[in-house]
């Protein structure tokens, strides 16, 4: 059982930068895969980042590439998010997502656990 709480959401303007943070409880943490998604209002939930477990290889949505970094540290049982260059239409609420495998934190459907989520709103 991982439990899963995300912090760091909030409103910025354009072009500036946020950092999300979740932090993970349970002892086999650094034996799963972590993701980011968000969820637009009157939108499907969709992908933004993911990081394995193993050799902390990183994936991104094409919308968030070049701007957001995710990163991880199995010592302190948390999975970060850095955000920069931030537009409106990042706009959404962030969830923390893990998986047993990368592949399942891409896609919402692949996800085991998810946290409840934090409110990133950027003005424009």
């Known amino acids: 059982q991982v439990q899963l709480v995300e912090s760091g959401g909030g409103l910025v303007q354009a072009g500036g930068s946020l950092r999300l943070s979740c932090a993970a409880s349970g002892r086999t943490f650094s034996s799963y895969a972590m993701g980011w998604f968000r969820q637009a209002p009157e939108k499907e939930r969709e992908f933004v980042a993911a990081?394995?477990?193993?050799?902390?290889?990183?994936y991104y949505a094409d919308s968030v590439e070049g701007r957001f970094t995710i990163s991880r540290d199995n010592a302190k049982n948390t999975v970060s998010l850095q955000m920069n260059s931030l537009k409106p239409e990042d706009t959404a609420v962030y969830y923390c997502?893990?998986?047993?495998?990368?592949?399942?934190?891409?896609?919402?459907?692949?996800?085991?656990?998810w946290g409840k989520g934090t409110l990133v709103t950027v003005s424009s």
């Open positions: 990081i394995s477990w193993s050799d902390s290889s990183t």
């Open positions: 997502a893990a998986g047993r495998a990368v592949v399942a934190v891409i896609t919402p459907v692949g996800v085991a656990y």
